[in-house]
């Protein structure tokens, strides 16, 4: 029988991946008892042990790129785990009503100073768009602007904004396009800093659910908040896009997409970085528009996030020394690590990124894709 650094390392074999190699992507390990808790954990042990510094690696998006590539948490995984998240799924609403503003205070609202830092200069926390960009502002802005040419923002129109952050697309349309902008919030320190940010602009931020809104909108956006929604409130959420939408109105669905349809996460992403999160499926997001929306177009440009993360990841590591002594040396190593890893999972095509433009009962004449 093989010892477990003797399994973990033919594992990691079939990738290029060395046990305390001189690569940039393999794994420098500092403390032995890594492999049992690894096979014994899964993902969690992987993430914990990191954070805890049990081992390194230089580049650890391309460890991840790696891994992700050969499909090796399938090797990795205790099924117990996944089987108690599958039950959790299956039999409770983790994205409930009730539960909706947890994943606010524990991700959102950990710093605003943590996001300034990271984020660029109008703090989108979303997938920049890098066709023509040359940094992360322009890319962005392109994204931004990608959105309001999509739904065909005009002056004077009025736009929901679910999952509004901190403000930055309510800020972008209404100084650009001349619109107003009512913009949703689970976080408390995304609505303090957002109701700041668009002072003086015909923006109102609201800190409440989404299945609470009853106005009616020329257009409804949603850029990444669909991933906190969950399989069971699909149906609820796309029936309160509808009622809020007046005749003719559009609705951009801005999504991290999954290639499989399942209804956990990965248990590590989980318990540290989003709660009660869920990656919707091709098949989740038809199933769930079928008969109520025309789907009239479908982006997928996934490969940009990878970019957006490693310009997150950039700024984060600069800007630390202002946050060390607030977060302290475990945050840095937990944080990293979701970045990194974040990254490479858009590099291996593992995770995609969707903007999708849905229209109640179509576009007439068709509707004319903007990229």
């Not at 944080?335 to 576009?363: D, E, H």
């Amino acid at each position: 029988m093989k010892s477990p650094e003797r399994f973990i390392q033919d594992i990691l074999a079939t990738t290029g991946i060395s046990l305390n190699g001189g690569n940039p992507w393999d794994i420098h390990v500092h403390n032995p008892a890594l492999y049992r808790r690894v096979l014994s954990e899964g993902s969690i042990g992987l993430g914990e042990s990191y954070m805890d510094g049990w081992w390194d690696s230089e580049k650890l998006d391309e460890f991840f790129y790696r891994i992700f590539i050969a499909e090796l948490h399938e090797y990795v995984e205790p099924k117990f785990q996944m089987l108690q998240q599958i039950f959790l799924a299956k039999f409770f609403n983790l994205q409930s009503k009730r539960k909706a503003f947890e994943v606010g205070e524990a991700h959102y609202d950990l710093g605003n100073d943590l996001f300034q830092i990271m984020l660029d200069p109008r703090m989108i926390y979303t997938c920049g768009y890098w066709k023509e960009a040359r940094d992360l502002e322009s890319a962005q802005i392109a994204k931004l602007d990608l959105v309001c040419r999509k739904i065909g923002l005009h002056p004077g129109q009025r736009v929901l904004d679910i999952g509004c952050g901190w403000g930055g697309f309510a800020k972008f349309a209404a100084e650009r396009y001349g619109v107003s902008v009512v913009g949703i919030t689970v976080s408390k320190e995304q609505a303090v800093l957002a109701r700041e940010k668009t002072k003086g602009l015909p923006i109102e931020i609201l800190l409440q659910d989404y299945r609470d809104v009853h106005e009616q909108f020329d257009h409804v956006i949603s850029l990444g908040m669909f991933e906190h929604v969950g399989e069971k409130n699909y149906g609820v959420y796309v029936k309160t896009i509808l009622r809020c939408l007046k005749p003719g109105g559009l609705f951009l669905l801005h999504t991290i997409g999954r290639n499989v349809s399942q209804s956990i996460i990965d248990p590590w992403t989980q318990k540290y970085i989003f709660p009660n999160g869920m990656l919707p499926s091709i098949q989740h997001i038809g199933k769930a528009i079928e008969g109520l929306f025309v789907m009239e177009d479908w982006h997928n440009f996934g490969v940009d996030y990878d970019r957006t993360l490693m310009a997150w990841h950039s700024r984060f590591s600069e800007g630390w020394p202002k946050l060390e002594k607030e977060y302290g040396k475990r945050f840095f190593r937990m944080w990293r690590y979701w970045l990194l890893s974040s990254a490479a999972s858009f590099r291996s095509r593992s995770n995609q990124l969707w903007q999708i433009v849905l229209s109640p009962k179509g576009v007439p004449g068709g509707y004319v894709s903007i990229r």
